[in-house]
C-alpha cells in the first residue's frame, strides 16, 4: 500500500471498500497501537487490564472514526479518546480498589543496568511514586502520567486537554511539586515544608 | 511572625516558584531568592531533589510494545464489528428472512457486532420482539401498521436502506390501533423502523432533514381514508418529529423508545386485553389518554433523557 496521511488513512478506514478498510485499519493499528497500548498502561500498570482497555479504546476508535474531522492530527484525536477513556477506569480503579502494588513486570522496565541489589530499593521507590501519583487529584494525575509517562508534548497535551498551554505547565509544575511531597509523606519523610494552599487532595475527600 | 512561621512562609513561597518552573515564568530576582533560599533551606533542597528524582525515575519507565495477541485482536476489530450506524440496514436484512418463512438469525458481523455492543443488542432483540407480537384486540374501528409499512418499504425504503431488502417489513404482524393512543403509538414505532432501515440517521441529519417529513407524509398518506383529521396530523407532526430527532441520536434512540413502546404494548395486551373490556379496563387505568399536541408520558421520558 502506498504511503498515506493520516486524514487519508481515516477516511479509507471510513469510507474504503472492505479489502481497504482492513488494510487501513491494520496500518493504522500498526501506527499508533503502541502509543494508544502505553497510554493505558501508564493509567493501569496491569498489562492485563491495559490489554482490555486497548480493546476496548480500539473499538471506540473504530466506531467513532467518523467523528474524526482532520482538524487536528489523527494520533492527538486518538490520544484524546484514550484519555477520556483510561481517566474514567482510573477513577474507577482509585474508587474501588484503592492503591496499586508495583509487579516485577513493572521493575523488569525500568532501563538501565541490570542490578540485582538494587531492584529492590528500585521497586519500592516506584513503589512509592505511584502511590504518590494515586493520591494526587486526578487533573494533576493525568498530567504527570501524559507527560512524564507518555511523553507527550505540550502541543500534544493541549489538544489532548483541551486547555492553554500556559495552564498545562503550570499543572503539570504544580503536579510534579504535589508528587513530591507526596512521596516524601509515604516515605516517612519530614514534610519540612507546608503544603500548597486551596487544593484538597481526592484521597483526603474519600 | 516568629521565626518558624516565617521560615514556613519562605518554604511555601519557594515551593510556589518551583511550581511556576525555574527554567522559564519567574523574573531573575525571584529566581535569586528561590536560588538563596534553596541553598539555605536543606528541606526545600531536598525536596526540589525529589521531584527531580520522581520525574527521571518516571521517565526510565520504558514504552511497552504492544503484544501480539493483543496486536490480532485489535486488527481484528472491523471484521468483528462495524460501526452502529450500519446496524439498521443488517437488522432489516436479517429480520426479511422472516418472509420466506425462514428463522431469523443475524448475519455473522451483525452477531459479533450484538455481542460486544449492548445498545444494538437490545435494539436488536426488541425489534425482533416487535415482530413476532401476535394479533391483539377487536378489528373494527381501527387501522393497522401493516398498511403503513409498504409506504417505507417502496422505492424510497429500499434505495435509502443501501440496497438490503426489507421486504419483510411488508408482513408486519397486524397491530391494530383504537384510538388516538395507538395511533401515536404507531407513528413512533413506523418511524422508528424508518430510521433503523434508512441506515444512519446521523446522515440524515446532516443531509437529508427534507427526507424526515417527505417520510412522514408518505407514512401519513398511507393512513386509511376513516382516520379524522385531528389523528392524521398527531400522526405526521409525531412521526416527523421522530425520524427528524432520532437523526441526532440514532440507536440509543430507537432502542430506549423500542423498549418503552415493548413495555407499553406487550404489557398492555397481556395485563388487560385478554380478559376482555379492554375500553373499561383502560378507563381505569393510570395512563392518562394522549391529547392531540400534548406530550405523551413516553414521550415526555424520552424527551427528559435524551433532549433535555
Not at chain 1, 49 to 77: C, H, M, P, V
Amino acid at each position: 500500500m502506498k504511503a498515506v496521511n493520516d486524514v487519508q488513512l481515516a477516511e479509507t478506514c471510513r469510507n474504503g471498500s472492505r479489502a481497504d478498510q482492513d488494510q487501513a485499519w491494520s496500518e493504522l493499528v500498526a501506527k499508533y497501537g503502541k502509543r494508544i497500548y502505553n497510554v493505558a498502561y501508564h493509567f493501569t500498570f496491569r498489562m492485563e487490564e491495559a490489554e482490555e482497555l486497548s480493546q476496548e479504546i480500539f473499538l471506540k476508535l473504530w466506531q467513532n472514526l467518523d467523528r474524526y474531522d482532520g482538524s487536528t492530527s489523527l494520533l492527538g484525536w486518538m490520544i484524546g479518546v484514550s484519555r477520556n477513556h483510561c481517566i474514567d477506569h482510573y477513577r474507577k480503579f482509585k474508587r474501588e480498589r484503592g492503591f496499586r502494588h508495583v509487579g516485577d513486570d513493572v521493575i523488569a522496565l525500568l532501563a538501565g543496568p541490570d542490578n540485582p541489589s538494587q531492584e529492590l530499593d528500585r521497586k519500592e521507590r516506584l513503589s512509592l511514586l505511584l502511590e504518590g501519583i494515586e493520591t494526587l487529584p486526578d487533573d494533576l494525575a493525568e498530567v504527570v502520567i501524559l507527560r512524564d509517562l507518555d511523553d507527550l508534548s505540550y502541543a500534544e497535551m493541549v489538544d489532548v486537554l483541551g486547555l492553554p498551554e500556559g495552564t498545562v505547565k503550570s499543572r503539570l509544575n504544580r503536579a510534579r511539586i504535589e508528587l513530591g511531597t507526596a512521596v516524601r509523606r509515604l516515605a516517612g519523610l519530614p514534610p519540612g515544608t507546608t503544603p500548597l494552599r486551596g487544593r484538597t487532595r481526592s484521597s483526603e475527600v474519600n | 511572625m516568629t521565626t518558624d512561621k516565617k521560615l514556613a512562609a519562605d518554604c511555601e513561597s519557594a515551593r510556589k516558584l518551583l511550581a511556576q518552573g525555574r527554567s522559564g515564568g519567574i523574573d531573575e530576582l525571584a529566581l535569586a531568592k528561590l536560588e538563596e533560599h534553596l541553598l539555605g533551606c536543606i528541606d526545600c533542597a531536598s525536596f526540589e531533589a525529589e521531584v527531580g528524582r520522581a520525574r527521571i525515575e518516571l521517565n526510565r519507565i520504558s514504552q511497552l510494545d504492544v503484544p501480539d495477541r493483543l496486536l490480532l485482536r485489535l486488527q481484528r476489530i472491523p471484521e468483528e464489528s462495524f460501526p452502529c450506524h450500519q446496524f439498521g440496514a443488517a437488522a432489516a436484512e436479517a429480520l426479511s428472512s422472516r418472509d420466506e418463512g425462514k428463522a431469523v438469525t443475524p448475519s455473522a458481523r451483525l452477531a459479533r457486532h450484538l455481542t460486544v455492543c449492548p445498545a444494538c443488542d437490545d435494539a436488536w432483540k426488541s425489534l425482533h420482539l416487535l415482530g413476532t407480537l401476535p394479533v391483539v384486540g377487536p378489528r373494527r374501528d381501527h387501522f393497522r401498521l401493516l398498511n403503513l409499512v409498504p409506504a417505507v418499504g417502496s422505492r424510497a425504503g429500499k434505495a435509502w436502506s443501501g440496497g438490503a431488502s426489507i421486504s419483510g417489513w411488508r408482513r408486519f404482524p397486524d397491530l391494530i390501533f383504537r384510538d388516538t393512543r395507538w395511533t401515536v403509538a404507531a407513528a413512533y414505532a413506523a418511524a422508528m423502523i424508518v430510521v433503523l432501515i434508512v441506515g444512519s440517521p446521523s446522515e440524515l441529519a446532516r443531509n437529508e432533514v427534507g427526507r424526515a417529513r417527505s417520510v412522514a407524509s408518505r407514512l401519513a398518506a398511507t393512513l386509511p381514508s376513516g382516520v379524522q383529521e385531528v389523528n392524521r396530523g398527531q400522526f405526521e407532526f409525531q412521526a416527523a418529529r421522530t425520524v427528524a430527532r432520532g437523526k441526532a441520536l440514532s440507536l440509543a434512540y430507537a432502542q430506549a423508545y423500542t423498549e418503552a413502546l415493548k413495555r407499553r404494548v406487550l404489557g398492555f395486551a397481556s395485563s388487560v386485553w385478554p380478559g376482555g373490556e379492554p375500553a373499561k379496563q383502560r378507563r381505569n387505568s393510570s395512563e392518562k389518554p394522549i391529547a392531540p399536541g400534548k406530550m405523551t408520558l413516553i414521550e415526555a421520558e424520552r424527551e427528559e433523557k435524551y433532549f433535555g
